[in-house]
């Protein structure tokens, strides 16, 4: 049976103590196909040059375990270390986009 390893994409930054995503990755870390799960945030500086530009192969990212909960000042994530994307099987997008940045974004048709 193969396990698969997952880096997540996220921003601690945009959330909140009641995040489903905390809950939601312990839950798949427990399960059977899951060899592991990483969380790479884009509030870690050091990943800066990923979520801009894509251009790294590598991320610093913390290994998911019952521990993982929100922190206000994302203290959880300090002891991240530098991972290979490219050794993960799945990449799991989960980013907030800030709501002003949604409104510019908004495709207004024009009525003839």
């Not at 799991?92 to 048709?109: A, E, G, S, V, Y």
Request: glycine share 4%; proline share 2%; net charge positive.
């Amino acid at each position: 049976m193969k396990k698969y390893k997952i880096l997540v994409l996220t921003d601690h930054k945009t959330h909140g103590k009641g995040e489903s995503i905390y809950r939601l990755l312990i839950a798949m870390n427990k399960n059977v196909y899951c060899e592991n799960i990483f969380v790479a945030t884009r509030g870690d500086g050091r990943n800066k040059i990923f979520y801009e530009h894509f251009d790294a192969q590598t991320v610093f990212a913390k290994k998911v375990d019952d521990q993982f909960q929100f922190t206000i000042n994302g203290t959880w994530y300090l002891d991240s270390i530098s991972v290979n994307i490219s050794e993960f099987d799945i990449l799991f997008l989960r980013i907030d986009q800030h709501p002003r940045k949604c409104l510019n974004t908004i495709h207004k048709p024009k009525y003839v």
